[in-house]
């Protein structure tokens, strides 16, 4: 510290002499002249006494400019040592005494698990042996003084003190219990198989019961409001029936309306008060201002307030509900604002709503009942078919034929009505998107119906044929065996194609036969293709990518049997 004041003094003393005027003569002078100031010149540093002060500045310069420089690097770099020897052992005695709290916290803790754990059964333990490791998987610890020895609370295992210084809940017999148990020392296997330990739910609450609970009370208070209005409304009713009555046994109905008018509205303002004019500026509902002609003023008839005319509207008051007579639907109308208005019709309305069948439920329960017979007789007349083949009915006349017929108009109307509702379904005005989409596959459903029960219809074996000649007495009919497969057959529904069959001449050999077959088939499978192109071209202008994608897998599969065709026929097709 001595320094540090002597190198002060030494540069106040330069200062002082750098102030001092350059003529020695006159500084010496002026330093003599006070004979107190010849005490003070003496050097700072080593006390060497000085005559003048200039002399004090050279010797500070010659002797003592090192060794103040060095002095002052000493000061600095001791204060940095004693800095960092006084700081080492404080925080030497910080590490300790954090590790001594930390240490009584956890002695603390695992004293009060082991002192709750008293209450928890201990039959389940495992008993002390010798030798004995850790019950952990990874863990090959000796357990003893050092490593720690702890019976798991829950599953009896012995464990280190590393792997059983969790802490869980358990009852009285050592089960889960986060509501009522102790908290007690568990191992890590079983800390983590506890139940809801990996829920990644959280907790959850039904609030449901709370839902059902003010749900309930907000229906009974609009019951109630709605009961109230249907009361107030069937007063007026009566009181306009009553008015009416009045009028027309009194003067022989000429008495003055005004005066009617007035009973009238005293009987409206004695069945519910109204509200006072002047107290109201703006309406309640809309908040519009109140005018003397733009914006007049009415009173509801079943609440009593004060509305504007936008806010309300007129009621009709039914006669058949009020009164005998019978002859007239309405006795009058009443102005009544749409809150009211809402709660007297909303049950009238919820009502008619259900009862009302929208158009799109009307037109799929007429489709599913065509379904529905379709799905009946198809099988039917299938067997017909198998029937007429096996048993070689060739005459049109014959009972079985004409039911085979039947079947087949009937199939044919229901396949055409079907399809005409299913087109009708899509056509159907929406007023959401999903009413569209509901629509729409609707329709695509009962196109691929069509498809699959169309299809397999197009390729059952032909069962007659027309004759090419007839006589006089009437007409021949044969039949001939068809040796190809079900699948190359043509349409079962040109086997009664204008009311009869077909049929060739008995003498006609069998390669004519197979000819004249394969070449009608080709026509057949010839004329879908042709169908199919067309419905896909209008698929395509209208945009319905889903019917045009089972339209193309159609008109694939009839791409196949057409080639299938030609090959069969070889050069015989032109």
Known sequence: MSSISDSNSLSNLTMLSNSLPANNSHRESLIFDDSSSLEQLACPICNEQMVSLLQLNRHLDDEHMDTSIDQKDGIIKWFKNAQSTIMKPLSKTKNNISQLAMNKFNEFDINGLDKQSEFVTKAHWKQDVENIVCSNSACEKSLNIINGKHNCRKCGEFFCEDHCRLSMKLNRQAQHDPVNGYFCRVCDDCFVSREGYLDTEGVTRSCTSIFIKYRTKGIERAHLEGNRLEQRLEKLAKVYITQIKQVNSTQGGLAPPLTAKHRRRVSEQSIVKWQDDASVTN????????????????????????????????????????????????????????????????????????????????????????????????????????????????????????????????????????????????????????????????????????????????????????????????????YFDDDDDSSEAIPAFAAFANGRPRSLSMSSTKSVKEEEQLRQQLEAFLEQEKRLEEFIQEATRKRKFDDLKTLKTSLDEIKLEIDKKRKELGDLWP
């Open 283 to 478: 309406c309640p509902l809309c908040r519009t201002s109140f005018g003397k002609i733009t914006n007049r003023k009415h009173h509801c008839r079943l609440c009593g307030r004060v509305i504007c005319e936008k806010c309300s509207s007129k009621i009709p008051l039914n006669l058949n509900n009020y009164s005998e007579v019978a002859d007239q639907d309405s006795i009058g109308e009443i102005r009544a604002c749409k809150e009211c208005r809402s709660a007297v019709f909303r049950r009238k309305e919820y009502n008619e709503e259900i009862a009302k069948t929208p158009p799109v439920v009307m037109l799929y329960q007429k489709l599913t009942k065509i379904r529905s017979a379709i799905d009946s007789t198809l099988p039917k007349f299938q067997d017909m078919l198998i029937m007429l083949k096996s048993k070689e009915i060739i005459n049109q006349t014959h009972a079985d034929y004409q039911l085979a017929a039947r079947s087949r108009k009937e199939l044919l109307d229901n396949f055409a009505q079907f399809d005409a509702i299913s087109k009708r379904i899509n056509s159907l005005l929406t007023y959401s998107e999903s009413e569209r989409r509901l629509q729409s596959n609707i329709h695509l459903a009962a196109n691929q119906y069509l498809q699959q029960n169309m299809l397999p219809l197009s390729v059952l074996p032909k069962m007659f044929k027309k004759d090419q000649t007839q006589n006089t007495n009437g007409q021949q009919y044969g």
